[in-house]
């Protein structure tokens, strides 16, 4: 059974730093890629960030290039999520997800197989 359970999610100030943690299991990082999105009040989830399965390929949406880091530990089994120079706009329940096209977490609505519940980042201003 694959599990995506998120953890780190907390109230930070605008020009911090946070680390989320995605803990995973029934799964390996060579077949599965895995990804944050994130859900702004009133907005519609959006991709943040993926590492491709195998090589460990990354991919991030335009907003936060530059400051934001997903890495992963296989020894772990869990995929982080460093996250840098926060704006209030980063304020969104972030989410692990598994299975998809890397190249599809900027789409709209991407084909995903597996989410996790969810961690709530707030930034204030």
């Known amino acids: 059974e694959v599990q995506l359970v998120e953890s780190g999610g907390a109230l930070v100030q605008a020009g911090g730093s946070l680390r989320l943690s995605c803990r995973t299991s029934?799964?390996?990082?060579?077949?599965?890629?895995v990804g944050w999105f994130r859900q702004a009040p009133g907005k519609e989830r959006e991709g943040v960030a993926c590492i491709s399965s195998g090589l460990g390929d990354t991919y991030y949406a335009d907003s936060v290039k530059g400051r934001f880091t997903i890495s992963r530990d296989k020894a772990k089994n869990t995929v982080y999520l460093q996250m840098n120079r926060l704006k209030p706009e980063d304020t969104a329940v972030y989410y692990c997800?598994?299975?998809?096209?890397?190249?599809?977490?900027?789409?709209?609505?991407?084909?995903?197989?597996?989410w996790g519940k969810g961690t709530l980042v707030t930034v204030s201003s």
């Open positions: 029934g799964f390996s990082y060579e077949h599965y890629a």
């Open positions: 997800a598994a299975n998809f096209n890397p190249r599809e977490l900027t789409d709209r609505r991407p084909i995903v197989d597996y």
